[in-house]
């Protein structure tokens, strides 16, 4: 069936350091790759997305490519804050659209410190 | 302006009990799903409906009912409730079809069974 595996968290990073999440999936046909990011007490909010191969989902300064060679989808950004400390999920959907049931990872916890 | 609302955020509650959690979203959605996320933060699919419709039912037990009187309103309703009920349920909603799928969750509710 479909999977996704994203890297064993815990991450901690001083502010200002780069930061790459590595994600890949398994899936049949085209899924759609999706990033969520939770903040601590708070529900699940879209960070970004991509529904083809190639095709790069960018917000607030995070960006993921979605690599079909190698089934990836990677999300990175070049220099944290203490603001994006939070559980990141990688997520797949088996639709372009994605209105299918959601395929989680198992969230990899960020801590930035000062 | 809340898109997707869950009441109660907290529910503490004793073990046989039976309880409801309720979910409405305002965004025009036609799809909408019930999520569980375990102590490790493990997000998992249990159901999902569109326009009413039981569309998925992942292996959840049958104490666990959902309801959904009209499509923007998912309840779902535990009989019996277990220690292993213990977990955060998010709610969610998408418009199927069409690469503007994304799921929108709500902010989560906690349960906590004694």
């Known amino acids: 069936g479909d999977s996704v595996t994203q890297m064993e968290g815990p991450v901690t990073l001083s502010e200002e350091a780069c930061l790459t999440i590595?994600?890949?999936?398994?899936?049949?046909?085209?899924?759609?790759l999706f990033w969520y990011v939770q903040y601590p007490g708070e529900g699940l909010q879209l960070l970004l997305k991509a529904t083809k191969a190639d095709d790069k989902g960018s917000n607030k300064g995070f960006e993921a490519t979605y690599r079909k060679e190698t089934t990836s989808f990677h999300l990175e950004k070049g220099s944290v804050q203490v603001s994006d400390s939070a559980v990141y999920f990688c997520?797949?959907?088996?639709?372009?659209?994605?209105?299918?049931?959601?395929?989680f990872g198992k969230g990899t916890k960020l801590t930035v410190n000062p | 302006d809340t898109a997707v609302s869950q009441t109660p955020k907290y529910l503490v509650t004793q073990m046989g009990n039976d309880k409801s959690i309720k979910c409405e979203q305002n965004?025009?959605?036609?799809?909408m799903y019930w999520y569980k996320q375990d102590s490790k933060k493990f997000l998992k699919i249990m159901f999902s409906y569109n326009n009413k419709e039981l569309i998925i039912n992942e292996t959840v037990p049958n104490r666990f009912s959902p309801k959904s009187p009209d499509k923007a309103h998912l309840n779902l309703h535990i009989n019996s409730l277990e220690l292993g009920d213990s977990a955060v349920y998010f709610c969610?909603?998408?418009?199927?079809?069409?690469?503007?799928?994304?799921?929108?969750f709500g902010p989560g509710t906690r349960l906590l069974v004694l």
């Open positions: 969610a909603s998408s418009q199927e079809g069409g690469v503007e799928g994304t799921q929108y």
């Open positions: 965004l025009g959605h036609d799809t």
């Open positions: 997520a797949l959907s088996p639709t372009q659209g994605g209105s299918e049931k959601l395929v």
């Open positions: 590595n994600c890949t999936y398994t899936a049949t046909g085209y899924p759609s």
